[in-house]
């Protein structure tokens, strides 16, 4: 993805290595101005944050919880030549950080969820059973890993986990053999728990990996992906500006979910009690995507991970943040900490 024309001033450092999934759909929605404050709230591999930089004479701020990633950034900071900050901080704190960053209002919000394939290509970060690695998944260093979790967690907060995260149906049973295998040995590598979930699983040829869903549940539920993104959204809402854009990548149904009731706003069982009665009638966005926008076949083609990605967007009003019962979006699970203590 390189600069363009125009007198606008773009970033050195030849092309991105990375296109994100979605990528010009969501840059579009962002409506990239001169003068705009931008956060890339999943800074990954710098390419949201290259294109918004490319796109006008603004500033980006990019987060990321993984400190890998905003290392790798360092090329990106310097070209950009005071245009680019870089903050590891997870993005459900994003209104702190652009407060610490010098702004109380941005222009525009863009999350891409999920893991990146930087980290799914890294057998050593334990995201995935293709290369044997240690059983980790952490986006982060902090908190227990998912091989502590399997340790630790009870065989019933497992099965509600794997069902309720990744929608296995043979949750009972995967968790049932996982507690008993680890009875006998500790599971501590991503091939161990693929072959553990791969006895009681069946696949037909073709078909996903019967360790997938096992696999995506422990991911969001070790890192709290969904309460980081009800968390985000939140945020987002309250440092948007009357006419700033949001524009979030999802790559899950439960995720996609979340962001379409967010955005429609709260109905009358979902409204917080702290929301003032004068600004509920007001909702917080106008919806700009009636339907998610999903890939076309080529980016398909392109990229086989980018097929269940949705992308949908909103704009700001200026409807009171916090009319949302943020709970209310979130399935019914225990928290990692409760389910590491075993309540």
Same mark, same amino acid.
Do not use: W
């Given at each position: ?145 998912? =091989?502590?979790?399997? $340790?630790? &967690?009870?065989?019933?907060?497992? #099965?509600?986990?794997?069902? !309720?995260?990744?929608? /296995? @149906? ?123 926008? =999903?890939?076309?076949? $080529?980016? &398909?083609?392109?990229?086989?991970? #980018?097929?269940?990605?949705? !992308?949908?967007?909103? /704009? @700001? ?27």
């Amino acid at each position: 993805m390189t600069g363009r024309d125009g007198g606008k001033p773009a970033v050195a450092g030849g092309p991105a290595r990375h296109i994100p999934v979605l990528g010009p759909a969501a840059l579009g929605f962002l409506n990239i101005k001169d003068g705009g404050v931008y956060i890339d709230g999943t800074f990954g591999a710098g390419g949201y944050a290259r294109a918004m930089l490319d796109a006008a004479d603004c500033r980006v701020i990019g987060i990321d919880r993984d400190q890998s990633a905003i290392a790798r950034g360092a090329d990106l900071v310097e070209s950009a030549k005071g245009r680019l900050e870089l903050v590891q901080s997870r993005f459900s704190a994003l209104d702190g950080v652009a407060r610490q960053c010098g702004y109380e209002f941005v222009d525009g919000v863009v999350l891409d969820l999920g893991v990146s394939s930087m980290q799914l290509d890294q057998a050593e970060r334990g995201f995935s059973f293709r290369n044997d690695g240690p059983l980790d998944m952490r986006m982060g260093v902090d908190g227990p890993s998912a =091989a502590d979790v399997i $340790a630790q &967690i009870s065989e019933r907060d497992l #099965a509600n986990v794997i069902f !309720l995260l990744g929608e /296995e @149906r043979h949750s009972r049973a995967v968790a049932r053999t996982i507690v008993a295998e680890r009875a006998k040995h500790p599971i501590r590598t991503t091939g161990e728990l693929a072959t553990i979930v791969g006895r009681v699983v069946r696949s037909k040829p073709g078909a996903i990996h019967p360790a997938t869903r096992s696999f995506q549940a422990l991911r969001l539920f070790v890192n709290e992906e969904l309460n980081e993104l009800a968390d985000a959204l939140a945020a987002a809402e309250r440092v948007l500006r009357e006419g700033g854009r949001l524009a979030v990548v999802s790559f899950h149904s439960l995720e996609d979910r979340i962001v379409k009731t967010f955005l429609a706003g709260p109905d009358s069982k979902g409204i917080s009690r702290h929301a003032p009665e004068q600004d509920r009638r007001v909702a917080a966005f106008n919806v700009l995507t009636k339907k998610p926008v =999903a890939p076309d076949e $080529a980016e &398909i083609e392109n990229n086989p991970r #980018a097929r269940s990605a949705k !992308l949908r967007a909103g /704009e @700001r009003t200026g409807g009171a943040a916090g009319q949302m019962d943020i709970a209310s979006l979130l399935p019914r699970l225990p928290s990692l900490a409760d389910a590491m203590r075993g309540r």
